[in-house]
């Protein structure tokens, strides 16, 4: 049996923002989408792109100057989500109780899809569970 072959990383041929720009305007039109959806939508197409402005990077060793274009910071954006992701944690450590904890997740019925959707932050909202407040913040 031989070794795997390595091989370098390569970039994909199509990203998530190049299937939004090539369908996302036609699929927009024929579904009825939740203004959020097409917020995330918009945002993923125009992340690092002249939509969202730039800024200059200089190199500090050699003074190389290039533009770099702004991120969107979306957590649902595939370039930007690992340091939201980052982030994200981060601001959770600062949550945690000396002790130890299980990690539960369950499901509610789908006929709640529709109340969910429009109420997320009381819904979905974790921090009334722990101080058992009821209302939110």
Not at 38 to 63: A, P
Not at 72 to 96: G, I, V
């Amino acid at each position: 049996m031989s070794a795997p072959i390595s091989r370098p990383f390569s970039k994909p041929q199509f990203e998530v923002a190049d299937i939004f720009r090539l369908f996302g305007e036609e699929y927009r039109k024929n579904h009825r989408l939740p203004l959020s959806t097409i917020r995330i939508m918009w945002e993923i197409e125009h992340c690092r792109t002249s939509e969202l402005g730039g800024h200059l990077r200089q190199c500090d060793e050699c003074d190389h100057r290039h533009n770099e274009y702004n991120s969107c910071c979306n957590r649902h954006c595939p370039k930007c989500q690992a340091l939201a992701k980052a982030r994200w944690l981060e601001a959770r450590k600062t949550e945690l109780l000396p002790v130890g904890y299980f990690h539960n997740v369950f499901t509610i019925p789908h006929e709640f899809n529709p109340l969910v959707l429009r109420n997320k932050k009381v819904v979905l909202d974790n921090r009334h569970f722990l101080t058992g407040n009821d209302s939110s913040p």
